[in-house]
Every structure is written in C-alpha cells, then in structure tokens.
C-alpha cells in the first residue's frame, strides 16, 4: 500500500482508458467541499507540464474558480445588468447594450469564457470592417469587450484577459471643421429669422453641447450675475420593459424573417430596414403598457466639470431677456396644452426640443447661409474653441469655458487658422532674415558728402 501523498500535493497516473491524468488540489469550494481539479493528456510529460501550470496558478492566488465557465454572452448579460449599470451614465449603458446584441454576441457570445482566444477576437473584427463597419466602430466593441474580460479576470472566472493580447484598428482621429467667423456670422443671422435664435447663439458663441443647451432651464440663469448653471442635459434614452415577459409583450412586432428586395414598408428608412429578431427577442420596449426610464429625459452632465458655472457674454443679456418674455406669450397662447419644464428653449407647447428636429434645424441653416455641410458639434463647441484662440484667449482660459478636463482635449478642439499660422512664419522669418528696409527718398548730410560734393566740383571747373 502506497503511503498518503501531503496535503496540496498533486497526482499524475495512467488510466484504464490509455490517458494520463493529473488531480490537483486547489483549496476548498465555496460549499466547504474540496476543490479538486483535473487535466488529462496522451503522454506523461504533457500532463504533468499541465499539472505544473494549475499549481503555478494556484501558488500566485490567479487560479480561476471552479465550476463550468459561462458563455461570453451570458457573460456580458450579466456584466451590463449588474455591474455597468451601476457606475455607466444610461445613454452609455445604452450603447453598451446595443453594440453587445448587435456585434459581441454574434461575433463569439457562443464562446465559453476559458476557451476565447485572441484570434476569435481578431476574426469578428475583420468580419466587422469587411461589412463596412468603421474602426472607431469597432474600437469601440473591442474597448466593451475588454472591458468586460477585465471584471472576469479581477473576480478569477478566467485566467487572463485574451482583448489586452490583439491590437484593435487604427483610428484616424476626425478632423474638426469649425466655422469661420464669416461663416460663423452668416449662420446666426440665416438663425435669427428663427424662434430658436438664441439657442444658435448660446451654441455657437458659447460652445455649448447639444443636450446642455437643451437642456437648460430658468432656474439655472442667473440673470444678475450673468452666469449660465448647466446642471442639466436633455437626451433621448431606450425605453426599457416594465412588464415580466418580456418576450411576449413585443409578440405582436416580432419579425424573424428578413425584409425582401425593395420593401415597401421601410423605404423611408435612412438606415434601410431593420434586422430581423432572435428567437427570445426582448425588443418593442417602446409599445409595453408598463414602460419605463426611456423618452426624452433631463440627466445630469457626464463629469462635475461639466457642471461648472459659464458667464454669459453681457451682449447675449437683453436677446435672452426678450427670449424669455416671447416664452410667456407662447405659455399664455397655448394655455391649458402647455407643459411645464422650465426649459429655457422649448416647442410651442412647452416641451424641450427633440434632439433630431435641433439636428435638422442645423442642416437647414447651413443650408440657408449658403456653408458646406459639417457635424453639429464642428459647428457649436469647435468653433467656439477656434475663435477664441483666433482672439488671443489662452488654452487654459479656453479650457475652463468649454469645461474640459484637461488641457489636451481642449487642444484638439481648436484648429488653427492658415493665415495666422503664415503671419506667425512670416515673424520667424523676420527674426532669423530681416528684410532689408526700403531705400529713403531724402538723405541726411553729412560732412563727408559735403567734402566730397566740393572736390567734385574743383575737378569739373
């Protein structure tokens, strides 16, 4: 009879069925019973460099736990209900959402945890980029992803985090496009034939964000201090279930086969027609009785910074004032249909305004001022940063208006000028050349050319 092998201590036999087997001992379950782990090969050295990796493993504390591994989809299901969802902002657990049922989950969401490797990674994003998906698309999964594994990794489920070993796509970094000042003149006044002329101008000339402007509100507008209070933002959220089944609850809208050439029922649709639903499709959130926590919404701003008070240009002070007594005459007008926000830039009605009617206003007015087609944001923030550059106003100065939290995120909102980058060559050339100065046309006399003048006269008498 063999003796009892040490506590901890593994072993390694041949068994019945022509394997050779490795049991090691881990520790304890969580139920108290003992965590006993095993690994098998064909030949005695495979096995026992198996045996050795678990035992290294469980000697650095990085051994996962025990039990089967859960899918990257179930995985990633738990990861957004439970954990994201406590610390993202809800437009954020939004996308989250959105790019795990749409990329993650029919990349590799059938993958054991354990078992994903690098290149499962690295084949979903070249899938993706040969669908036509951009890299920051795809940065953007590849972030989530990895993002996820690290939790998994932190709390022991894997034994490493396969999204740190592949290298996502390049991302060329969007060049800002703001408006000149020409341009940035001819916008407001194309918008001044408009209701919502101030809310161009707070966006253009004070480089608001699109859901901080409409989300103001007239409790935040200190009139006598000339200060703005952003302390809200209007975003548009996805209507969630309030119900149990969620799956019943949309039955009617399900759709499982694809459109066919040409529907007819999308044709409107600038995306083209939707995909078709899974099998335990939890969509149609928008048509549940019991819906909840989705529509247009007042939500705090992102970070504390962007909280931070904004003086208002003295200028901007009478438009605003005249802005909010047209308000009242449309409260008095609509009457009992009004509904009250306090929103500083509303519809007729008192609602906030949408997000895509502001959107499409944009593109209206670029139109009507005759400017080449540019992003919203190019528009508002960035122009705001180049102007002010334009102006002479420091980065850090530029950094606390448009309430960045660091001075390098401001520096790629401003883009310079071509004519003040050649005025600033042309003074390094001045510095390093001077160019000669042009010749006077009167002379100061002196006494050489008086002596000279003389000399030249004797010669010719």
């Not at 969007?174 to 966006?203: C, D, H, S, Y």
Request: charged residues 35%; proline residues 8%; contains cysteine.
């Amino acid at each position: 009879m063999s003796p009892r092998k040490p506590n901890m201590e593994s072993s390694i036999y041949l068994g019945n069925d022509g394997w050779w087997h490795g049991r090691v001992t881990m520790g304890v379950k969580d139920d108290g019973s003992p965590d006993r782990r095993h690994r098998r090969a064909k030949t005695e050295p495979e096995v026992r460099r198996k045996v050795r990796d678990l035992e290294s493993l469980r000697d650095k504390g990085r051994a996962p736990k025990a039990g089967r591994k859960p899918t990257v989809a179930k995985w990633m299901e738990t990861y957004l209900t439970d954990i994201a969802s406590l610390k993202l902002k809800p437009r954020s657990l939004d996308d989250y959402w959105s790019k795990t049922r749409n990329d993650i989950v029919p990349g590799v969401g059938e993958h054991r945890l354990d078992k994903l490797a690098p290149e499962h990674l690295e084949r979903m994003y070249r899938a993706m980029l040969d669908a036509g998906h951009a890299p920051s698309h795809v940065l953007k999964v590849h972030r989530i992803l990895s993002r996820a594994l690290k939790i998994a990794h932190r709390r022991r489920i894997i034994g490493e985090n396969v999204a740190t070993l592949v290298d996502p796509p390049t991302v060329d970094e969007t060049e800002a496009n703001p408006f000149t000042t020409e341009q940035a003149k001819a916008f407001l006044e194309a918008a001044a034939k408009r209701p919502t002329f101030m809310r161009w101008v707070v966006g253009v000339g004070m480089g608001f964000r699109q859901g901080e402007t409409l989300g103001l509100r007239w409790p935040y507008v200190d009139f006598e201090g000339e200060l703005f209070h952003p302390q809200w933002q209007l975003q548009r959220l996805t209507w969630r279930h309030g119900c149990s089944d969620l799956h019943a609850c949309g039955e009617r809208l399900h759709r499982f086969e694809p459109c066919p050439p040409n529907c007819p029922t999308h044709r409107g649709y600038k995306r083209g027609c939707p995909k078709p639903c899974t099998k335990a499709c939890t969509k149609h959130a928008s048509t549940c009785p019991e819906r909840k926590e989705g529509g247009l919404v007042f939500t705090r701003p992102k970070t504390k910074k962007s909280r931070s008070e904004v003086p208002i240009p003295p200028p901007f002070i009478p438009h605003l004032r005249e802005h909010k007594e047209r308000q009242e005459e449309m409260r008095t007008a609509a009457g009992e249909e009004w509904q009250e926000h306090k929103a500083v830039f509303t519809r007729p009605d008192g609602r906030p305004i949408d997000p895509r009617a502001d959107w499409e206003e944009f593109k209206e007015l670029l139109e009507e001022a005759g400017i080449d087609d540019r992003r919203l944001y190019d528009g508002s923030r960035h122009t705001a940063g180049t102007i002010l550059n334009e102006l002479g106003v420091d980065m850090p100065t530029i950094m606390e208006i448009l309430r960045h939290t660091q001075i390098s995120q401001t520096r790629r909102y401003v883009k310079g000028r071509s004519h003040l980058t050649k005025d600033a060559m042309r003074r390094m050339g001045d510095t390093f050349m001077p160019r000669a100065e042009p010749a006077s046309e009167t002379t100061t006399e002196t006494t050489a050319s008086k002596a000279a003048r003389a000399r030249h006269r004797r010669r010719v008498r």
